[in-house]
Antibody, heavy 128, light 109 residues
Framework: EVQLVEAGGGHVQSGGSLRLSCAASGFAFSSYSMSWVRQAPGKGLEWLSY????????NYADSVKGRFTVSRDNDIYALYLQMNSLTAEDTAIYYC?????????????????????WGQGALVTVSS | EVVLTQSPGILSLSPGDRATLSCRAS???????LVWYQQRPGQAPRLLIYGASSRATGIPDRFSGSGSGTDFTLTIRRLEPEDFAVYYC??????????FGQGTKVEIK
């Protein structure tokens, strides 16, 4: 069974930093791309970052580019999100998600992924 | 950037009803890019439909997706109590960036 478990959430002051981790199990972690998605209280879903199975390429949403850094350690089945210069607008539940390559009728399409498994989320609260 | 607009914002229906949720893209996208998720209260999102019409593993066949170009639809044939939730569409445009619609809440009438 695929499992993704986030950790590292908590309260932080505005301008501070936090590092989230996501422990993966039940699948060949090194074969999958991963992403981080967040959800502010009472709001919708916002994609934040993508990291390929080999850690290149990596991509970020404009809202976090230059402040957040995604990384992974395939040896220990771990995904990370380093978050710096946090503001109140970063208050949210942060989910890690496995990115599955889209395939249909025997053909797979590079760079088309969807998120087929999600962790339970880690709450990050930034106070100003 | 492709913007996805979901309608209606809230859908009030009874168990056993048919639900029709719309997702409109600001420009034409490949149906391969369109995904639907369900999010129950207090839970993480769950994949329902990918490639506009393919059901994910374990998803009941009362859920179906359709559409092309700019207009996509999620249909729930007969609502079960566990189907009352928020539904999001998402597009994965092949550029390693993803956008979500704002969500449609299906609530009990």
């Amino acid at each position: 069974e695929v499992q993704l478990v986030e950790a590292g959430g908590g309260h932080v002051q505005s301008g501070g930093s936090l590092r989230l981790s996501c422990a993966a199990s039940g699948f060949a972690f090194s074969s999958y791309s991963m992403s981080w998605v967040r959800q502010a209280p009472g709001k919708g879903l916002e994609w934040l970052s993508y990291i390929s199975s080999s850690s290149s390429p990596i991509n970020y949403a404009d809202s976090v580019k230059g402040r957040f850094t995604v990384s992974r350690d395939n040896d220990i089945y771990a995904l990370y999100l380093q978050m710096n210069s946090l503001t109140a607008e970063d208050t949210a539940i942060y989910y890690c998600a496995r990115a599955k390559l889209f395939c249909r009728d025997g053909s797979c399409y590079s760079n088309i992924y969807y998120f087929d498994s999600w962790g339970q989320g880690a709450l990050v609260t930034v106070s100003s | 950037e492709v913007v996805l607009t979901q309608s209606p914002g809230i859908l009030s229906l009874s168990p056993g009803d048919r639900a029709t949720l719309s997702c409109r893209a600001s420009q034409s996208i490949s149906s391969n890019y369109l995904v639907w998720y369900q999010q129950r209260p207090g839970q993480a999102p769950r994949l329902l439909i990918y490639g506009a019409s393919s059901r994910a593993t374990g998803i009941p066949d009362r859920f179906s997706g359709s559409g092309s170009g700019t207009d996509f639809t999620l249909t729930i044939r007969r609502l079960e109590p566990e189907d009352f939730a928020v539904y999001y569409c998402q597009q994965s445009g092949g550029s390693l960036e993803w956008t979500f619609g704002q969500g449609t809440k299906v609530e009990i009438k």
